[in-house]
């Protein structure tokens, strides 16, 4: 049975502070599930054309490569709906922040195969979104205090498509 899903819109600048407004802007208006949704198919169809030479490939000294990209949007996913969840069920207590640059290092991804990091990707993407579909209005609604960096499942949903948007042109660039 299909559960309906809940047309969320667009956040407003009270949802997030303002720094997380970058990502929320690269994301075109409509409905957020489907923008995930088609996201899957549109990272990993790009990411699966590069070849093992160009998944190692760094710009520059010290810059990530096309695997630890894509390792980056799995665990930061992880890590906004983790944030998304405890919003979502009330959870008054305030998350620690996360160094995503040691994320990375720590990560192991350039020791990787691609082709195994876009699956990790594609099934975190794909509990997200199933995640999502299941909320209700209350939990979409719902809002923490504004010492939080993020206040709104919405805002995180969005969030997530955008972080993924912003880390796409480093995918294409030429290697």
Same mark, same amino acid.
Not at 117 to 132: H, M, N, S, Y
Not at 141 to 148: K, L, V
């Given at each position: 049975?299909?559960?309906?899903?809940?047309?969320?819109?667009?956040?407003?600048?009270?949802?997030?502070?303002?720094?997380?407004?970058?990502?929320?802007?690269?994301?075109?208006?409509?409905?957020?599930?489907?923008?995930?949704?088609?996201?899957? /198919?549109?990272?990993?169809?790009?990411?699966?054309?590069?070849?093992?030479?160009?998944?190692?490939?760094?710009?520059? /000294?010290?810059?990530?490569?096309?695997?630890?990209?894509?390792?980056?949007?799995?665990?930061?996913?992880?890590?906004?709906?983790?944030?998304?969840?405890?919003?979502?069920?009330?959870?008054?207590?305030?998350?620690?922040?996360?160094?995503?640059?040691?994320?990375?290092?720590?990560?192991?991804?350039?020791?990787?195969?691609?082709?195994?990091?876009?699956?990790?990707?594609?099934?975190?993407?794909?509990?997200?979104?199933?995640?999502?579909?299941?909320?209700?209005?209350?939990?979409?609604?719902?809002?923490?205090?504004?010492?939080?960096?993020?206040?709104?499942?919405?805002?995180? /949903?969005?969030?997530?498509?955008?972080?993924?948007?912003?880390?796409?042109?480093?995918?294409?660039?030429?290697?």
């Amino acid at each position: 049975m299909a559960v309906a899903t809940i047309d969320a819109g667009r956040p407003a600048g009270d949802e997030h502070i303002p720094y997380f407004g970058q990502y929320i802007a690269l994301v075109p208006d409509g409905d957020i599930i489907e923008m995930l949704t088609r996201q899957i /198919a549109e990272t990993t169809a790009l990411s699966n054309s590069l070849t093992p030479e160009r998944a190692s490939w760094r710009p520059a /000294a010290g810059e990530w490569n096309a695997r630890e990209i894509v390792g980056h949007l799995a665990d930061t996913e992880r890590v906004l709906l983790w944030r998304a969840l405890r919003i979502a069920r009330s959870d008054p207590v305030l998350w620690e922040s996360v160094d995503f640059e040691a994320y990375v290092e720590h990560g192991g991804f350039d020791n990787r195969d691609i082709g195994d990091l876009l699956e990790e990707f594609a099934i975190v993407r794909g509990a997200t979104i199933a995640w999502l579909r299941g909320l209700g209005e209350d939990a979409w609604a719902r809002r923490m205090p504004e010492a939080w960096s993020s206040r709104s499942v919405r805002s995180l /949903a969005w969030m997530i498509a955008g972080h993924e948007l912003h880390h796409l042109p480093d995918l294409r660039k030429p290697g």
